[in-house]
């Protein structure tokens, strides 16, 4: 027997291929978004509570009522949305498993499906085995913005759907209204649907506000808004995210969520829901607390010859190595790992061609003192 054909080409991620490797040499895991910092101890107690209670069961293929009253809240509040949370919300399987069922649910094989690069590689990969085309509009570094123009021009007769990360995991890019202004536009006149994947929505520089696409002109109509608890609560292993979306398009991601993953963990859903009590000061604190971590991190950067390009937001940072002398970004990535100790990601895993052996992206979603280690080494570093 052979794998399906809808499997060829594809592989493991090099993102969760590094922190194989890093295991391997027992490194400091600087490369997968792992996340694992504290978890607040109003979500740690929800949970507890949640299982001690017996909320163990299946939940409606929709999710928690719960859950689904919770984000819809938190959509009103912190993305100035009007949400129905008995229609307009499916609590899926974590941020990727909604994206998943929306392709599933929304699109058909032969479709094209546009993404921004530098773009997340499961953004490309569950594209593939959807049976989507996947097709490119390259942002230009260091600013990683859309201009009209360009993004007329990647469109091909069978594009159907654009896919929005922001804040941008790798780059840390956050759209500004202009840039989505300009998508508004250009789905309108070609009838595109808009997938955004707003994950980071908390983690945010230097003032920056987060603006969800659906709020911009007539997006809300064909935009599914796709976000998740992992990064928020540092509980990435959880795997409770949502989409949130007009009636008949949630009503059938949540149908394709069901039949792959029946429903998310209940008891966390319960958690989680719980979590969007917190206080604003937690939310402060959350996006304070990454700043000084970027801080921290990209200097080491810089100091090490390897100039980063400062994020906007996310926990991310992409660094130039091409001064290092590598012909590739993955000998790059592999050398930081045997030699320092340290595991990133090479460029390739986001951009096509030449363009990502510019590149590796190095995650800062550690403990201060983990992370004081690590930059320490990278300092050290001799290519």
């Known amino acids: 027997m052979q794998p ?24 400091i895991n600087l490369g997968q978004g792992i996340c694992d910092l504290p978890t607040p101890p109003l979500v740690e107690r929800g949970a507890i509570d949640a299982i001690h209670a017996r909320k163990s069961t299946y939940s409606f293929m929709e999710g928690t009522a719960e859950m689904r009253l919770a984000v819809a809240r938190k959509m009103g509040r912190d993305n100035g949305l009007s949400v129905d ?24 094989p032969g ?12 953004h490309l990969n569950t594209a593939l085995l959807a049976g989507l085309e996947p097709h490119f509009l390259a942002l230009e570094a260091p600013a990683f913005r859309i201009e009209e123009s360009a993004l007329r021009a990647s469109l091909r007769p069978n594009t159907r759907a654009i896919v929005l990360c922001t804040p941008s995991n790798p780059t840390g890019h956050m759209m500004d209204a202009s840039e989505i202004e300009i998508v508004e536009r250009v789905a309108r006149e070609r009838d595109l649907l808009v997938i955004t994947d707003e994950i980071y929505e908390y983690i945010r520089y230097d003032g920056r506000q987060h603006i969800s696409p659906a709020t911009v002109g007539k997006l809300r109509e064909r935009t599914v808004t796709i976000g998740g608890v992992s990064k928020t609560f540092s509980i990435t292993g959880w795997r409770i995210g949502w989409a949130v979306a007009p009636e008949p398009l949630a009503r059938a991601i949540a149908l394709a969520h069901d039949l792959f993953y029946v429903c998310a963990p209940t008891p966390f859903q319960h958690a989680a829901a719980i979590g969007f009590d917190a206080p604003p000061s937690f939310f402060r604190d959350l996006a304070d607390g990454y700043a000084r ?15 980063p390009i400062v994020p906007e937001g ?19 990535a592999m050398a930081l790992l045997e030699k320092a100790k340290v595991a990133t990601v090479p460029g390739t895993s986001f ?9 590796v992206r190095v995650c800062y979603a550690k403990e201060d003192d983990v992370l004081d280690e690590a930059c320490r080494r990278i300092r050290a570093f001799r290519a």
């Open 293 to 307: 971590k970027r801080e921290v991190c990209c200097a080491a950067l810089q100091d090490a010859g390897m100039p």
């Open 85 to 108: 949370a008995a229609t307009e919300v499916a609590i899926t399987v974590g941020a990727t498993g909604a994206y998943a069922a929306t392709c599933m649910a929304l699109l058909d």
């Open 314 to 332: 996310a926990y991310y940072v992409l660094a130039d190595i091409s001064n290092l002398g590598f012909a590739t970004a993955r000998e790059a």
């Open 351 to 359: 951009l096509r061609g030449s363009a990502g052996e510019r590149f």
């Open 111 to 122: 479709d094209g499906i546009l993404l921004l690069e530098p773009y997340y590689g499961y």
């Open 4 to 27: 399906a054909r809808r499997l060829q080409g594809l592989v493991q991620s090099d993102i969760r291929r590094m922190s194989r490797e890093c295991e391997r040499v027992g490194g």
